[in-house]
């Protein structure tokens, strides 16, 4: 059929063609990516191995340091959550928890427990968001870090971190979920890029976030790290460690970060603030907020900087529900087509140097097209089925070597990620993180490239979507000792 029509045997001869070159780079991004996270993340243990954190904290350099999450009916967590938050070995810094509009139980809970009560606080308001009905603080001097804004819901995390910056006191702000676990060492180990850099403005820094789901937790301590359980919440942890460990490490080494999560990220609130904040009508907050700090940096000649560091210092409730999940990717989906439209300008442009030039194209080509790229290849081969046209050994061939090319890379990823961190105590949980990567293609890959496109026709038809609740399960309580990382 194909053959004898030369309008199909041409759209043939482009498709086929474009996939393999298409195939080819990513195979060869994938090997790039690998040997420039190994090559960081020995010069990360290099400089770690003489950093003695207790002088980094000591320094009367160090910056006070805000750390800001947003909170939307988390009550059956909140108060593991926020305990976590005051644990840090940080001596100079806040937690503010603001409470978005919360119709259950969250602010209550936690008023209840920290001995708070409304007060009278200069509130600068230098983003603009949602009314702010009021400032709590405690009168427990043990909390005398804590601040909650109470404010009318804004249906994005994104409203919320920008009344969280509004109330901010100090020059940097940590940007996380309430949800999420941290380490006590976490705004020590983030700040250290900032302090050691002198030729250029670090405006972001983020770290590996894992899934806790199975881990123990005591008080917001986690006490013993596991493997998640849950079929669904481990191919997350796989996913986590190798964009982490694999790719943000690695494009951190040429200053070429694609974004800082927003699970966990450290910036300059003063950058923030003149790039506009949080866009609150943006579906992928933390991408695009990104994005606009390298603008702005770039048209004000700003030598600027983002760096990663691959120790773990976040762990996160992963969604076990298959609902909870799709609803989480297509919002990320709708972000990345969101981001691509909104910043097409900076395309291979040199104005915006590396961010342009590498940054963009990369999420572009590399991110928003491969779920359309993949969707397009398997309809191009079930026709090509249908009307007897496959060279199966070809094919079979071709399956096998992707096949074992994508365990290849992840299983690097996660042994990589082990040896040089070992977080997990027990192989077994290693091997139940790698054994993963045998199924992803089969079970979970799919679902990604699904949700995306999921993301991408929600957006193009206008479909209405609120950030909503992830309807935690909260976490497993245990009385070990806590863990180190």
């Known amino acids: ?20 070159v298409y195939g080819i780079m990513l195979l060869l991004l994938y090997a790039m990516l690998a040997v420039m996270s190994f090559l960081n993340i020995q010069l990360y243990q290099k400089k770690e191995s003489y950093t003695d954190y207790k002088v980094v904290v000591g320094s009367p350099l160090a910056p006070g340091i805000s750390v800001i999450a947003p909170a939307f009916n988390e009550g059956l967590t909140i108060i593991d959550n926020v305990r976590s938050l005051l644990t840090f070995d940080y001596p100079k810094y806040e937690v503010i928890i603001i409470n978005d509009g919360s119709t259950d139980d969250t602010l209550s809970k936690v008023c209840e427990e920290f001995s708070l009560v409304k007060v009278d606080f200069a509130y600068n308001i230098k983003i603009q968001t949602k009314e702010v009905r009021g400032i709590y603080k405690s009168t427990d001097d043990a909390y005398a870090k804590l601040v909650i804004v109470d404010k009318e819901n804004g249906k994005a995390k994104a409203d919320a971190t920008n009344a969280g910056i509004n109330a ?31 030729k250029k403005r670090v405006i972001a820094t983020g770290a590996t976030l894992r899934i806790a789901n199975s881990c123990d937790i005591d008080k917001g301590v986690i006490t013993k790290i596991r493997a998640p359980r849950p079929f669904l919440a481990r191919f997350q ?8 460990v694999l790719g943000k490490m690695g494009w951190s080494l040429i200053n070429a970060v694609p974004n800082v999560s927003g699970g966990l990220g450290m910036f300059d609130k003063e950058i923030v603030i003149k ?16 994005m606009r700090m390298n603008r702005y940096c770039y048209d004000n000649k700003i030598p600027s900087a983002i760096r990663y560091i691959p120790a773990t210092l976040c762990w996160t409730e992963g969604p076990t529900s298959l609902k909870i999940f799709m609803r989480q990717r297509t919002r990320w989906g709708r972000g990345l087509i969101q981001l691509v439209l909104a910043h097409r300008k900076m395309f291979f442009n040199p104005r915006y140097g590396i961010v342009g030039l590498v940054m963009f194209p990369y999420n572009f080509i590399f991110e928003f097209l491969a779920p359309v790229i993949e969707f397009l290849g398997i309809i191009y081969y079930i026709l090509l089925i249908i009307f007897g046209q496959v060279n199966w050994p070809y094919a079979i061939i071709l399956l096998i070597f992707v096949y074992t090319y994508s365990i290849m890379i992840s299983t690097i990823a996660v042994l990589w990620d082990h040896l040089t961190s070992k977080y997990y105590k027990d192989w077994m949980d290693v091997v139940r ?53």
């Open 168 to 198: 901010s006191s100090f020059p940097y702000f940590l940007c996380t979920d309430v949800d999420c676990i941290l380490h006590e060492q976490t705004l020590s180990k983030l700040i250290r890029p900032v302090l050691e850099e002198d």
């Open 237 to 244: 942890e796989m996913e986590y460690i190798r964009a982490f």
């Open 433 to 485: 993180v790698a054994s993963m990567v045998f199924i992803e293609m089969i079970l979970y890959h799919p679902l990604i490239v699904i949700f995306a496109l999921r993301g991408y026709i929600f957006f193009l038809t206008n479909r209405k979507h609120s950030w909503g609740n992830m309807q935690r399960k909260g976490f497993k309580k245990s009385e070990a000792k806590p863990a180190t990382a």
């Open 275 to 290: 790039a506009g904040g949080y866009d609150a009508a943006s579906f992928g907050e933390d991408m695009e907020l990104m």
């Open 1 to 20: 059929m194909f053959g004898a029509n030369p309008f199909w045997y041409y759209l043939t001869v482009f498709f086929e063609g474009t996939v393999f």
